[in-house]
């Protein structure tokens, strides 16, 4: 009776405004794919008050109709959106995980051999390289990732391939080498090593 009465007074409502009345379907918008320890933006529409429930990660930030999720450790995670006791929406979410580079410093024949490249130095954990010396390095290849570089104190920094480069070194001080990995799935995290740059040996010669 009561779906009945609502059904004629909702006719009567179009009859009176000449107008067809369209309810406008919810739907949550936001990745599926996301990266462990990184935070994504999800939103409902239409706009209104939602419950937001989550597994497999944190809300950060939450208005009426959005919020911030930050994802926890690799897994599956899942996204369900309450309007009182009813469900309208629910999204399943893969969390991958972040690549962890790595560094590979070269041997460095020229130096003196207790400088070699990849022995910290005494007292610290810096490398040593050679001044005005290009070395290349590389970092373990991985399917599908790609790799960036950036250094400090050197004079040029040239890739060489997907994942080595080949470092100049300037004049003897203090350097950096840091490589950046972006994985299959679009995580990316980054790793650094610092350089001590030393003064190449110069071969001295007398006349006798």
Same mark, same amino acid.
């Given at each position: 009776?009561?779906?009945?009465?609502?059904?004629?007074?909702?006719?009567?409502?179009?009859?009176?405004?000449?107008?067809?009345?369209?309810?406008?379907?919810?739907?949550?918008?936001?990745?599926?794919?996301?990266?462990?320890?990184?935070?994504?933006?999800?939103?409902?529409?239409?706009?209104?008050?939602?419950?937001?429930?989550?597994?497999?990660?944190?809300?950060?930030?939450?208005?009426? !109709?959005? *919020?911030?999720? $930050? #994802? =926890?450790?690799? +897994?599956? @995670?899942?996204?369900? /959106?309450?309007?009182?006791?009813?469900?309208?929406?629910?999204?399943?979410?893969?969390?991958?995980?972040?690549?962890?580079?790595?560094?590979?410093?070269?041997?460095?024949?020229?130096?003196?051999?207790?400088?070699?490249?990849?022995?910290?130095?005494?007292?610290?954990?810096?490398?040593?390289?050679?001044?005005?010396?290009?070395?290349?390095?590389?970092?373990?290849?991985?399917?599908?990732?790609?790799?960036?570089?950036?250094?400090?104190?050197?004079?040029?920094?040239?890739?060489?391939?997907? !994942?080595? *480069?080949?470092? $100049? #070194? =300037?004049?003897? +001080?203090? @350097?950096?080498?840091? /490589?950046?990995?972006?994985?299959?799935?679009?995580?990316?995290?980054?790793?650094?090593?610092?350089?001590?740059?030393?003064?190449?040996?110069?071969?001295?010669?007398?006349?006798?």
């Amino acid at each position: 009776m009561k779906t009945l009465q609502h059904s004629t007074i909702l006719m009567l409502l179009m009859l009176l405004t000449g107008s067809v009345l369209t309810l406008q379907a919810q739907t949550l918008s936001g990745p599926a794919s996301v990266c462990e320890g990184e935070c994504y933006a999800y939103t409902m529409t239409p706009s209104g008050s939602y419950i937001w429930q989550v597994t497999g990660g944190t809300p950060a930030y939450q208005t009426g !109709n959005s *919020v911030n999720i $930050c #994802w =926890g450790l690799t +897994g599956t @995670g899942t996204i369900t /959106v309450k309007q009182g006791a009813t469900t309208v929406a629910t999204l399943s979410v893969i969390i991958h995980p972040n690549p962890t580079p790595v560094i590979i410093p070269p041997p460095i024949p020229s130096c003196p051999t207790s400088n070699s490249a990849g022995v910290p130095d005494q007292g610290t954990d810096c490398l040593k390289a050679c001044a005005n010396q290009c070395l290349t390095y590389k970092a373990p290849l991985n399917p599908g990732s790609t790799y960036s570089w950036d250094a400090g104190g050197e004079i040029s920094l040239t890739p060489t391939g997907i !994942n080595t *480069v080949s470092v $100049c #070194w =300037g004049n003897p +001080g203090n @350097g950096y080498l840091k /490589v950046i990995e972006t994985n299959q799935w679009g995580c990316t995290d980054s790793t650094l090593i610092c350089i001590k740059i030393i003064q190449s040996p110069v071969a001295l010669f007398t006349v006798s």
